[in-house]
T-cell receptor, first 114, second 115 residues
């Protein structure tokens, strides 16, 4: 069965420090992968998506970057965190249902920048 | 551009009763998919139901059904026989055909089930 792993679950980082969040998928190959951010009490904002190794599309200009070093690995990074980077980060991949597509999300990382 | 509107920031429902969560959308894409997700307080996003724009019948998954009215551009979620565990945030979302690109989410509706 397909599973998606995301870590760490929570993270408290000082302003100006680097960031690395990792997402891995099991049980599938060549998945489309996504990074979303959810600010407190708000909806989800797509940050990056990737359709394959080394292929990254950015949705919004920001302090973050993403990389896809392996087929089933998707990494979200920052060189210097800002207070505004605080939020709940979710990794997701797309799967095919009997009638269409769905999205499976990881368990999320709650990032607090202090 | 795609847009999802959820006009109910919060709702209450009595346990065992049915509830409808509203969702309207706007898109210029000829084909698209519509989704509903549940987000409990733990934060995980749980996929509930999917409706394709060309599907003739409304999607159903257990106690969840999607009331799809294409002409009105609405995709309301109906939860029958509400349970206490249904208390959560609910997000409506849509994607263009194939779902490979940007998925647009609504701002969510917080549902609270009252015993």
């Amino acid at each position: 069965s397909q599973t998606i792993h995301q870590w760490p679950a929570t993270l408290v980082q000082p302003v100006g420090s680097p960031l690395s969040l990792e997402c891995t998928v099991e049980g599938t190959s060549n998945p489309n992968l996504y990074w979303y951010r959810q600010a407190a009490g708000r909806g989800l904002q797509l940050l990056f998506y990737s359709v394959g190794i080394g292929q990254i599309s950015s949705e919004v200009p920001q302090n973050l970057s993403a990389s896809r070093p392996q087929d089933r690995q998707f990494i979200l990074s920052s060189k210097k965190l800002l207070l505004s980077d605080s939020g709940f980060y979710l990794c997701a991949w797309i799967f095919r249902t009997g009638i269409g597509y769905g999205y499976t999300f990881g368990s999320g990382t709650r990032l607090t920048v202090v | 551009a795609q847009k999802i509107t959820q006009t109910q920031p919060g709702m209450f429902v009595q346990e065992k009763e049915a509830v409808t969560l509203d969702c309207t959308y706007d898109t210029s894409d000829p084909s698209y998919g519509l989704f509903w997700y549940k987000q409990p307080s733990s934060g995980e996003m749980i996929f509930l139901i999917y409706q394709g724009s060309y599907d003739q019948q409304n999607a159903t998954e257990g106690r969840y059904s999607l009331n799809f009215q294409k002409a009105r551009k609405s995709a309301n979620l109906v939860i029958s026989a509400s349970q206490l565990g249904d208390s959560a945030m609910y997000f409506c979302a849509m994607s263009p055909r194939g779902g490979y690109q940007k998925v647009t989410f609504g701002t969510g509706t917080k549902l609270q089930v009252i015993p």
